[in-house]
């Protein structure tokens, strides 16, 4: 099992730039492909950026691609979003999630506590 712990979010301004990393417990972060999610307000949670255990694969929803960039740190544990070109759209909850799947449509099993990201005008 293991417990995810997002931090980095906060108020930006739209065309700002954001960070936002996800540490994980125990030993095995590198058996675990890990993913990014959002919810906004009454809306559902939605797919966001995906990598896979040694990083080498990542992927990404249309509307994020070519401004998010996910990695990884297996040493430090730890998983990344790095946010460019932000819009008011992109304001949300973000979450942290680990798959023990090896398939991009594989699962996510285990969810962090979430970070808020507001994108002001």
């Known amino acids: 099992q293991v417990q995810l712990v997002e931090s980095g979010g906060g108020l930006v301004q739209a065309g700002g730039s954001l960070r936002l990393s996800c540490a994980a417990s125990?030993?095995?972060?590198?058996?675990?492909?890990m993913g990014w999610f959002r919810q906004s307000p009454g809306k559902e949670r939605e797919f966001v950026a995906r990598?896979?255990?040694?990083?080498?694969?990542?992927y990404y929803a249309d509307s994020v691609k070519g401004r998010f960039t996910i990695s990884r740190d297996n040493a430090k544990n730890t998983v990344y979003l790095q946010m460019n070109s932000l819009k008011p759209e992109d304001t949300a909850v973000y979450y942290c999630?680990?798959?023990?799947?090896?398939?991009?449509?594989?699962?996510?099993?285990?969810w962090g506590q979430g970070t808020l990201v507001t994108v002001s005008e």
């Open positions: 999630a680990a798959s023990t799947g090896l398939l991009v449509r594989s699962p996510f099993e285990y």
């Open positions: 125990g030993r095995t972060f590198s058996s675990y492909a």
């Open positions: 990598i896979s255990r040694g990083g080498g694969s990542t």
